[in-house]
């Protein structure tokens, strides 16, 4: 009989993770049959939901921005719901108020459309500052205040917001406490050539079927909240705890700089390389995992010196320089 060898190279994972890497797999795939390209995108959405994480995606009109997050929300069998803010939108428009009962003689709170689990915003930074003021709380908390009585929100409840980079008419830019709030800005490019023809074609052959109606439903709200908790379970060793912290520290001493990350910034690194570890199949965290991320969760949470914005210079820029001084752990 022949023995069989063990490959010493081969890697054993110590958590299962076979149905999480599946349930991505078959994420992408639903979305793959209307979405050309935009792997990154994808990829970072998804992290978004296996880390609890809101995310923010920028993008000229017309990359598939509220799409994606439309699609990727159908994939999911959770409430939806769609907000799109307007300059004279109120908070109670998105919260929710307080209405006289005639009948009870009481005052009884309405829900607003925030009150789902999936909640798309679009033209996000369309609203004034008093309506975005209004995020603060269900986004960090999770939870609504109205007339002293506190509202929680059922998991999973995520944030999914677009906005155009291009026009400032009419747009209002969005605070830095607000901002940090979400896990990732996600930058969305035009498609390459060969994508855009892809494009025509998907739609040339479609004919008059309806997008939305061709994605269909994969994971439900307590396998979501499974699979969160398998992330938490990722291991990352103390030296890349170290890696994150420098790496942050350092956008809050550098020249070219005017605000640097938040701890919340080494939470999201560390949570999203976990996450992103899990679905390519390992248990732990790698210094690649760490670097891939890092930009997305960086972005928007640091501020450049006026001197570096005359220049050209961008925060993904500096984000890379950074990247590239911390000496990576061995």
């Not at 978004?48 to 439309?70: F, M, N, R, W, Y």
């Not at 999936?118 to 500052?129: G, H, K, Q, S, W």
Request: glycine content about 4%.
């Amino acid at each position: 009989m022949e023995e069989t060898q063990e490959n010493p190279l081969e890697f054993n994972s110590r958590i299962d993770l076979k149905n999480l890497q599946e349930a991505v797999e078959k994420i992408k795939a639903e979305l793959g049959k209307v979405i050309v390209g935009q792997h990154d995108m994808l990829e970072m959405l998804i992290i978004s939901i296996l880390t609890d994480g809101h995310s923010l995606i920028e993008g000229v009109p017309g990359v598939a921005k509220t799409l994606t997050a439309k699609l990727l929300a159908k994939t999911l069998a959770v409430d939806f719901s769609r907000i799109q803010f307007t300059p004279d939108l109120m908070p109670s428009d998105i919260l929710g108020t307080s209405i006289f009962n005639v009948k009870t003689s009481e005052f009884e709170f309405k829900q607003g459309p925030v009150f789902s689990n999936i909640v798309l915003i679009d033209e996000i930074n369309r609203a004034p500052a008093k309506t975005q003021a209004a995020l603060f709380e269900i986004m960090e908390e999770r939870q609504v205040t109205m007339d002293g009585t506190e509202y929680k929100m059922q998991p999973p409840f995520l944030v999914f917001a677009t906005q155009n980079p291009v026009e400032q008419e009419g747009t209002y830019a969005l605070p830095e406490a607000q901002l940090d709030r979400f896990l990732f800005k996600i930058n969305v490019p035009y498609p390459t050539l060969e994508e855009e023809i892809h494009i025509l074609e998907n739609e040339h052959h479609r004919k008059d079927a309806f997008v939305l109606d061709s994605v269909i439903q994969v994971l439900n709200a307590k396998q979501i909240a499974e699979y969160q908790h398998t992330i938490k379970q990722i291991i990352i060793e103390s030296n890349l705890l170290k890696y994150i912290a420098a790496i942050v520290e350092n956008t809050r001493t550098n020249a070219n700089l005017f605000l640097g990350a938040s701890p919340r910034a080494s939470l999201a690194i560390m949570n999203a390389s976990k996450a992103l570890a899990a679905m390519n199949g390992r248990d732990f965290v790698t210094p690649d995992d760490i670097k891939k991320i890092a930009p997305s969760v960086l972005r928007h949470r640091i501020m450049l010196t006026p001197e570096r914005e005359m220049e050209g210079i961008t925060a993904d820029k500096v984000v890379q320089q950074i990247i590239e001084t911390i000496e990576i752990p061995r």
